[in-house]
Nanobody, 118 residues
């Protein structure tokens, strides 16, 4: 059974930093595409960042490029999202996703709330 467990969310002020973690189990982590998404209540879930294991490329949404960094530790089966220079508009529930197949991600975490105050 695949499990993705996010942690690290919280309440911070604009300009602060946070690091989210997503611990994965039940899958072959080193060969799994791992991604972060976020969602504001009432809005569609939006892409934040993805690490494509097969080509080593990491892509970011334009809104977070230069401020957020996705990294992974294959020894710990964990993917991270380092978020710097946080803005109020980064406030959302952040979700970890794994294994991209058939045009969608097969597995999702439960989400972790990030709130950025002005």
């Amino acid at each position: 059974q695949v499990q993705l467990v996010e942690s690290g969310g919280g309440l911070v002020q604009a300009g602060d930093s946070l690091r989210l973690s997503c611990a994965a189990s039940g899958l072959t982590f080193r060969s799994a595409t791992m991604a972060w998404f976020r969602q504001i209540p009432g809005k569609e879930r939006e892409f934040v960042a993805v690490d494509n294991w097969y080509d080593g490329n990491t892509r970011y949404a334009d809104s977070v490029k230069g401020r957020f960094t996705l990294s992974r530790d294959n020894a710990k089966n964990t993917v991270y999202l380092q978020m710097n220079s946080l803005k109020v508009e980064d406030t959302a529930v952040y979700y970890c996703a794994a294994v991209y197949t058939g045009g969608q991600y097969r597995y999702w975490g439960q989400g972790t709330q990030v709130t950025v105050s002005s």
